[in-house]
């Protein structure tokens, strides 16, 4: 039984409405005009007329306008990696999560940890087949995909915690959001990048903040470069 609970109480917390569009779009480094499109849809122009584009990601309500949840957060930085990195068509991405889902007798791929095993194989080996993508660029689209996976921490068959990419240092796993830590808000060893960077503002040295939160210099600086990445995309 507690397992039982420990499993409903994580889906409560991923599931939690957190993150404004903007915020979600700076974490990951995606345009809020497509972080809005892919989950909540559109409308585009073609010859006969305009068409509608169903989002690909469901999102919770709240009572002041729709916010992203930490599982809606994992589903965005996926298909970032697929999308930006390989151009992924949605339509055609859409139907391979379908597809995979389907065979696999599973809801929300893209959160689920099978995305990193078989079913990652099956919607590319699917996708491959959509758009007659050849044998090289399905392997380096799974390469592209398990590389991408490593950043995502998973418990009890849910994500729990994403590691964030840190400019010019992207092979380092420190700033992470856990939606158990500090509302999800980006953090290094539990401590709030912003609150960091805000006491750097105000003059404290970076010494003294080393020595009080007891972190190490390069984790204070990983921080410190976030979230000067933050402010340049805003």
């Known amino acids: 039984m507690g397992g039982v609970r420990m499993v409903h109480s994580l889906s409560g917390k991923i599931d939690e409405p957190l993150y404004t569009f903007t915020e ?69 991405i859409r139907k391979a999560i379908a597809y995979a889902e389907r065979k696999l007798g599973i809801e929300r791929l893209l959160i689920h940890p099978e995305l990193s095993t078989g079913g990652g194989d099956l919607l590319i080996d699917y996708y491959g087949e959509l758009i007659s993508l050849k044998r090289s660029g399905q392997i380096a689209l799974k390469a592209i995909l398990k590389d991408a996976l490593k950043r995502v921490c998973w418990e009890d068959e849910l994500p729990i915690r994403l590691f964030l990419s840190v400019p010019e240092r992207e092979d380092r796993k420190t700033v992470f959001v856990d939606p158990r830590i500090r509302y999800g808000k980006p953090v290094v060893q539990g401590i709030e990048t912003s609150i960091l960077s805000a006491r750097v503002d105000a003059g404290e040295s970076l010494e003294d903040l080393a020595r009080d939160y007891d972190l190490p210099l390069d984790l204070l600086t990983d921080a410190l470069i976030f979230e000067v990445s933050l402010a340049r995309a805003a």
């Open 24 to 92: 979600a779009a700076r974490y990951l480094h995606i345009p809020i005009s497509t972080v809005r499109w892919w989950t909540t849809g559109g409308s585009y122009a073609t010859a006969e007329g305009r068409k509608a584009s169903e989002p690909i990601i469901q999102i919770s309500g709240a009572a002041h306008g729709p916010r992203l949840s930490f599982s809606n957060l994992i589903e965005l930085f996926v298909l970032r990696a697929l999308r930006e990195r390989h151009k992924v068509k949605l339509g055609d």
